[in-house]
Every structure is written in C-alpha cells, then in structure tokens.
C-alpha cells in the first residue's frame, strides 16, 4: 500500500468541501468540521486524571503532550475520523430481509445459518443487526468457510476489521486478497494460516 503524500490544511478542507457536497450537504465545510470536533470533545479524556495520574501517566512513557488540551483535540479528531470511516464500511451491509432476497432465503433460513456460524451477522453502528456483504458472492451465493474464516482471525478483531482483511492483498497468497484467493477455489489451508497471524 502506498502512502499518501500529507496535505495542507487548505486542500483538506478543500476536499472535504467537495465531499460533503458530494452527500448531498450543502455547508462549509470548516464550520462542519469545527462542529464535528466541538461534538466529539466535549469531555476531555484527560478530566478523569488527578495531577498525579498524569504524572504517573507520563513516568510510565505516556506522551505529556497527549494530555495536553491539544492531545485531547487530536484524540478527539482521531475518534471522529474513525467512527466515519467505519459507519462508511458498514453503509453496504445487508440488512436481514436484503440478504434473505439476495440468497432466496426465509428469515428463519437466515437465522439458521448465522446461529450456526455460516452467515456472519454483526452491529452496525446505529445497533441494527446486518451482515457483511463480502460473504455473498457475485452470483449471490453464500461464501464457502465462513465459520472457518471468522474463527480463524484474531479474538479481538471486529466486523470492520474482517472486511479490511479479507479484502486487503496479502503477500503470502500470490498477491491476491483472500477473498480472490477462496473465490478462484484455491486451498482453505494457506488463507487461514494468514488469516490466524494478522495483527488487526
């Protein structure tokens, strides 16, 4: 993956302008983005600590400068970037009825195969029930291994994590994502051993 060249501020803002107009909102975009932060740091993270939590904080190797106003301005932004990016992965989830039509499957059918571990269902932001659409395949049939796939990855990763993992390219599988690699029907073995070693 190739990193991106840091921006200014002004062609950031810039961008997000063309973003939110692409949405539908028609803002400027420093005002939305100074609403944003304002809603996202409305308690500080560094209000719980006495002086000597912070100064236990930072013998212990925690930057002063996070907990600084500043620090916690960042930390804030940063929240708010990721809660975007993850409400923008889970925006093409199904829903229950969505899925149940994509596969000519009954609700019941449906809550079969998520119980049984064959259909991935998770919370989406808003707390509704829906599935990840990378187990549908382009013909509209249930990925094979779903179960095996989902239990091989780490313990603590989340919905939006599997997805990042399945479809991002990993060297050990020639180059293609996982998802290319179990739809071409190569072997299962390789893609959970890489699958079961990612540091999500």
């Known amino acids: 993956m190739t990193a991106r060249t840091p921006e200014s501020n002004t062609e950031f803002l810039a961008r997000f302008g063309v973003s939110l107009r692409d949405h539908g909102i028609d803002a400027d975009a420093r005002t939305v983005l100074s609403a944003l932060i304002d809603a996202v740091t409305d308690r500080p993270c560094r209000a719980g600590l006495t002086g000597a939590e912070q100064e236990f904080a930072i013998a ?3 930057p002063a400068e996070v907990l600084t106003p500043e620090g916690d301005r960042a930390a804030a932004i940063w929240q708010a970037a990721s809660t975007i990016w993850e409400a923008e992965r ?18 019941e059918e449906v809550h079969q195969l998520q119980v049984a571990g064959d259909l991935y269902g998770a ?5 509704q029930l829906a599935y990840p659409r990378w187990q549908v395949t ?3 049939r249930l990925l ?13 990763h989340s919905a939006v994590d ?7 390219p990993a060297e050990e ?15 299962l ?6 699958l079961s070693e990612l540091d999500l």
Request: cysteine-free; proline content about 10%; charged content about 20%.
């Open 60 to 62: 212990g190797g925690v």
């Open 90 to 107: 889970q925006a093409h989830w199904l829903t229950g009825p969505q899925i149940a039509e994509m596969l000519d499957l009954t609700a």
């Open 123 to 127: 919370p989406r932001l808003d707390g």
């Open 138 to 140: 382009a013909n509209h």
């Open 144 to 156: 094979p291994a779903v179960r095996e796939i989902v239990t091989a990855l780490p313990a603590d």
């Open 162 to 168: 599997i997805e990042t993992a399945l479809t991002s």
């Open 173 to 187: 599988l020639e180059g293609d994502t996982p998802l290319q690699w179990l739809e071409a029907g190569r072997p």
């Open 189 to 194: 073995e390789p893609l959970l051993r890489v």
